[in-house]
């Protein structure tokens, strides 16, 4: 199939990336690696022994960061509905957190415990229909946070992708509602062109 004219730019772009360089460079999965690490070098979201549940893993770069941050102590799960390349010392969980198959599996993975940080990097496949689009992620973040309040232990942490637009104003009011405090992190290895950037909540009430 021939490309087109956005794909061969993209690719271009892709090609010649800082971050896509860096992370075949230190052995991360994808680019993505580098959001987590700059908000966790500015937040100082993780910690060592901590138990993490990562939303939408595949292909495992935040999982990557998660282990190394939490050390040997720690636990981090991984979800996705597709499949993920085993990563040593992370459970993966094929399936979807809406379902109740996969919230089983994911407490017998965590024992009965409560994660002291979630984080989802999730997005919607893009149709190009920029309303839709928006609506779509918005409902991804919406679903994160509903998993992330119900299952974070008190104080607990939670970091989403969120995509500025329609609805965004509502859903930020929403996480201050279950969070002590909330801020807006848009990471160097976001391309200035999107607009993802990340609400990163602090001490679940």
């Known amino acids: 199939m021939t490309r087109t004219k956005t794909s061969n730019q993209w690719m271009k772009e892709h090609v010649s990336d800082f971050f896509v360089k860096q992370a075949k460079k230190e052995g991360y999965r994808s680019r993505a690696a580098y959001k987590l690490l700059e908000i966790d070098a500015q937040d100082h979201i993780f910690k060592k022994g901590m138990i993490v549940v990562d939303l939408g893993a595949a292909p495992g770069s935040w999982t990557q960061v998660a282990l190394h941050k939490v050390g040997a102590l720690g636990k981090v799960v991984a979800l996705d509905i597709l499949e993920m390349r085993p990563l040593s010392g992370a459970a993966f969980i094929k399936g979807d957190f809406r379902e109740e198959s996969a919230i089983i599996e994911l407490d017998?993975?965590?024992?009965?415990?409560?994660?002291?940080?979630?984080?989802?990097?999730?997005?919607?496949?893009?149709?190009?229909?920029?309303?839709?689009?928006?609506?779509?992620?918005?409902?991804?973040?919406?679903?994160?946070?509903?998993?992330?309040?119900?299952?974070?232990?008190?104080?607990?942490?939670?970091?989403?992708?969120?995509?500025?637009?329609?609805?965004?104003?509502?859903?930020?009011?929403?996480?201050?509602?279950?969070?002590?405090?909330?801020?807006v992190r848009k990471p160097k290895a976001s391309r200035d062109r999107s607009n993802e950037v990340y609400l990163l909540g602090l001490k679940k009430n």
């Open 108 to 183: 017998r993975e965590l024992g009965g415990r409560s994660p002291d940080l979630v984080i989802s990097d999730m997005a919607p496949n893009i149709s190009g229909i920029a309303v839709s689009d928006q609506a779509k992620g918005m409902y991804l973040a919406e679903l994160a946070y509903d998993f992330a309040v119900s299952k974070l232990n008190h104080g607990g942490i939670f970091l989403v992708k969120v995509f500025q637009g329609s609805g965004f104003d509502q859903f930020l009011r929403e996480m201050r509602c279950g969070f002590a405090k909330v801020l």
